[in-house]
Structure formats: structure tokens, C-alpha cells
């Protein structure tokens, strides 16, 4: 199992156990990060050379790779990066996949698209950059590996254009923009709220700030992470028991599924039937009871590891944190300052409406936590 | 209580055509009639929300529902 590494959009690649962190995660980490750099170079200008550009400079920033010995670069003192430097202010794609767990302050200054992330990074960015140029010496083979590669494009454009049809990918990239010391802060508050002290989260000219600058942004990373390692630790727990099968790991995890589809939209019918003009939108609203999963997961372990009494001891305190979190974070956005709506027509229980739901929402988790879990721990 | 998703599949149709049928007269006497009022200002309250919702669902989901339904027969009569 990789450690906390965040690939940001191949987080895929991170859940899968035992994928060694070598040139297997880096070939496919390389295609998405040379396309994404392709299709980067595209938008802003119509040039072939423009991912090796973000290829120099990140490997100027970064740390060196082992993985990089055989794709080393002759052309590290070639950089166009004057063009991108004087393109238009960065994407929302620069600001949110900057590489901020290693480096800390100022990524934003380079202003460049590097997707550049803690180990595997660099040598990618430069395998992905490099490859068109001098990998192979066969000029056919080069043909058509650039060719292959517009082809992938084309392609990718066309999946993301049906996509954003139906959800806005740039609003979903948002979530994902995770690193590792913000994952491992969130996870120790919501393991332990109580000394968090500001629960405000921050905006930043009208756009929320993302999870990498600010603690208390909700995100998709941990309950996805989270979600994925519950129905593992299930299926463990269950081999333990002797009671598995592949069928009941599929079981576990549609009935987990559909209880969280089912509490997002009972949050979703309640706020808009209360007309709660909150800023929650759906993936807060997942993300929020998504967030569940980890108490989940804690509860098993100690489940499984100190048996019925341990079980219990665990359920009690996860409940207590989550209750407290989740009352803490929906506060802020459900319950804003009364004073500036609310004075219209009637209704005066609004704001005791409002307190309902984040307390309902509050109590559910110990309750959906106990339903999912105690038939694993017997 | 063991979901699959296909239950919930399930639910979510019989709620909406649940919806669909409704006789919206009938449903108003019993509800509070509520229609006059056009819900201009801040809060419209949360009969004349549930009232827009059920309108809303009803104009939407019309034509979609009677696709799926004819599906869910199709289906139901092929594999039991």
C-alpha cells in the first residue's frame, strides 16, 4: 500500500496495494501527466514544445527520482519558458495541482502548470515532456508516438466534454486537491475535535479556498479513500469470522453506497424544502457524510483488535468526535448570521428548522456507523 | 438491512411515480391551500416549497417516467 502520496487526479493508482513505486505507477502517471501537459500547452499556446517547459522547471524545484536515471534529460538548459511565463494569470488547474506538501509557501510565484507531486513527479513531468523529442531515434516510431498521442487527446477532450455535461469537472478537481499534511490534519481532527479552534472556512475572492490551503475546506479524497478501506477492512473482517465471499464484499459496499445517496438527499430535500440559502452544494453535502468512514474504519479496527469491548469503547468515542465535527462544520454554513435574512414573511422557526437539521444530521452518524459495523465485529 | 442498488433503483421509481399519480386537488384540501400566494419575498414556506416540488417533479418527470416504466414492465414480464 503506497503511503499518503497524492497523485491528485490518478489518485486511483494510490489504493491499489502493492503496486510497487517504480516504473509501473510512473508509466501510467506519466501518460495522464504528459497529456494533461499536452492538453495545457494547447490551451495556452498552439505548440509542441510547451510540456517540456513545465518538465525543466519542475525538475528544477524537485527533488531527483530513481526513476529517472534512464529517462535523464539533455535538454534541461533548453527552456521556453518564457511564453508560458508571460501567458495569462494560471488556471485554476495551476493553483489547485501545485506541489505544496514538500515546498511550502509560493508555488503560485512559478505561476507554471507543473503537476509536479512528491516522488514520482518530476521524472513523469519529464518522461512525459521528453518523449516526443529524442526517445527514440527511429523516426517513424517518433511519428507515431506523436500521432498516438494527439489521438489519446482528441479522445480525452471528448470524455471530458460529455462529463462536464452532466457535473462540472473543474468544481469535482476542486475536492481533490489534496496534500499530505492536510490530510493528515483533517484525519486528527476528526478523530479529535476538540481543540480545533477555527472552524471558518476561508475564501479567497469569492472561491472558497481549496483543501490544500485551508483545514476546514471539505474534500473528496478522504472519503473516497476512506470509503474504498472500510469495504477492504469489511472483507477482512469477515475472512476473519470465516463468513466471506466475494458477493457479500459487493453487498457491504452498495448497502454503504446507498446509505450515504440516502442521507445526501434527505440533507439535499431538507435544505431546499426549508430554504436554507446555504453555499452546500452536493459534494460538500458527500463529502460531509462521507466523512463518517473513518470513524468507521477506526471502530472495526478496534473491533477486530480488542474484540466486543474494545468495539464499543471505539464507537462511543468516533460518535462523539463525528457528532462534534459535523455539528462544528455544518454550523458555520447552515446557520449564518440570522440578522441579515430571515426578517421577511413569517416563519420564525426557521432558524430552530435550521438547528434540526444539523443536529439530525449530527445524530445519524453514530447511528449509521453502528447499523454498518457491529455485524462485522461479533 | 442489506441494500443493493437495484432496490434502490426500485425506490426511487415507485416514489416518483407515487408523485406522478397524484390527484393535486384532492391532495390540496387536505394540505392547506396554499396556491394564491405567489411566494414572492424571502421564505415561501415549506408548504409552498413542498407544493413546487411536487409540481416541479410532475413536469419534469413526466415523459422520463413513462419510459422507465415501460422498461421496468418489459423487464419485470422478460426475467421475473
Not at chain 1, 517540456?52 to 527520482?65: E, F, K, L
Not at chain 1, 445517496?261 to 436554507?276: F, G, K, N
Request: hydrophobic residues 45%.
Amino acid at each position: 500500500m503506497t503511503s499518503l502520496t497524492i497523485y491528485g487526479e490518478s489518485f486511483l493508482l494510490s489504493v491499489a496495494p502493492g503496486i510497487p513505486q517504480t516504473e509501473t505507477t510512473s508509466d501510467a502517471v506519466v501518460d495522464y501527466n504528459f497529456l494533461l501537459q499536452w492538453k495545457q500547452s494547447e490551451v495556452d499556446q498552439p505548440q509542441w514544445m510547451g510540456g517540456s517547459s513545465a518538465a525543466a522547471t519542475s525538475r528544477a524545484n524537485n527533488v531527483s527520482c530513481a526513476a529517472n536515471v534512464t529517462m535523464d534529460l539533455p535538454h534541461q538548459g533548453y527552456r521556453p519558458t518564457k511564453p508560458r511565463a508571460r501567458a495569462a494569470p494560471p488556471t485554476a488547474d495551476s493553483i489547485l495541482f501545485d506541489d505544496t506538501s514538500s515546498v511550502a509557501p509560493a508555488m503560485n510565484n512559478q505561476g507554471y502548470y507543473t503537476p509536479g507531486y512528491n516522488m514520482a513527479g518530476p521524472s513523469n513531468d519529464m518522461q512525459g515532456g521528453a518523449v516526443p523529442n529524442n526517445m527514440f531515434a527511429d523516426p517513424m516510431a517518433n511519428a507515431a508516438m506523436v500521432y498516438g498521442s494527439s489521438l489519446a487527446n482528441q479522445g480525452k477532450d471528448m470524455v471530458n466534454k460529455e462529463i462536464s455535461r452532466f457535473m462540472s469537472v473543474n468544481k469535482l478537481k476542486y475536492f481533490f486537491a489534496v496534500d499530505t499534511k492536510y490530510v493528515l490534519k483533517k484525519l486528527m481532527i476528526l478523530m479529535f475535535p476538540y481543540t480545533h479552534q477555527d472552524w471558518e472556512v476561508r475564501y479567497h475572492r469569492d472561491t472558497p479556498l481549496t483543501p490544500r490551503q485551508d483545514v476546514n475546506a471539505p474534500d473528496l479524497y478522504i472519503p473516497t479513500m476512506a470509503f474504498i478501506t472500510y469495504i477492504l477492512l469489511a472483507g477482512m473482517a469477515l475472512g476473519i469470522q470465516k463468513r466471506f465471499s466475494p458477493e457479500v464484499l459487493g453487498l457491504c459496499a452498495s448497502t454503504a453506497l446507498v446509505w450515504v445517496i440516502i442521507e445526501v438527499l434527505v440533507m439535499l430535500l431538507s435544505l431546499y424544502l426549508l430554504t436554507v440559502h446555504s453555499d452546500l452544494s452536493t459534494f460538500d453535502l458527500i463529502a460531509y457524510s462521507g466523512y463518517k468512514y473513518v470513524g468507521m474504519i477506526f471502530t472495526v479496527l478496534c473491533g477486530l483488535l480488542f474484540g466486543s469491548d474494545g468495539y464499543y469503547v471505539a464507537l462511543a468515542w468516533s460518535s462523539c468526535a463525528l457528532m462534534f465535527f459535523i455539528v462544528r462544520s455544518l454550523k458555520m454554513k447552515i446557520l449564518p448570521s440570522l440578522s441579515s435574512d430571515s426578517i421577511g414573511t413569517g416563519s420564525s422557526a426557521k432558524p430552530q428548522f435550521r438547528l434540526y437539521i444539523t443536529v439530525a444530521t449530527a445524530v445519524f452518524q453514530p447511528v449509521v456507523i453502528y447499523w454498518l459495523t457491529s455485524h462485522l465485529v461479533r | 438491512m442489506a441494500f443493493t442498488l437495484y432496490s434502490l433503483i426500485q425506490t426511487a421509481i415507485l416514489c416518483i411515480n407515487a408523485i406522478a399519480v397524484l390527484h393535486e386537488e384532492r391532495f390540496l384540501i387536505g394540505f392547506g391551500v396554499d396556491q394564491g400566494v405567489g411566494g414572492f419575498g424571502d421564505d415561501p414556506g415549506v408548504k409552498a416549497q413542498v407544493l413546487t416540488l411536487i409540481r416541479s417533479v410532475r413536469t419534469v418527470m413526466r415523459v422520463p417516467l413513462i419510459i422507465v416504466n415501460s422498461a421496468c414492465i418489459v423487464l419485470l414480464l422478460l426475467f421475473g
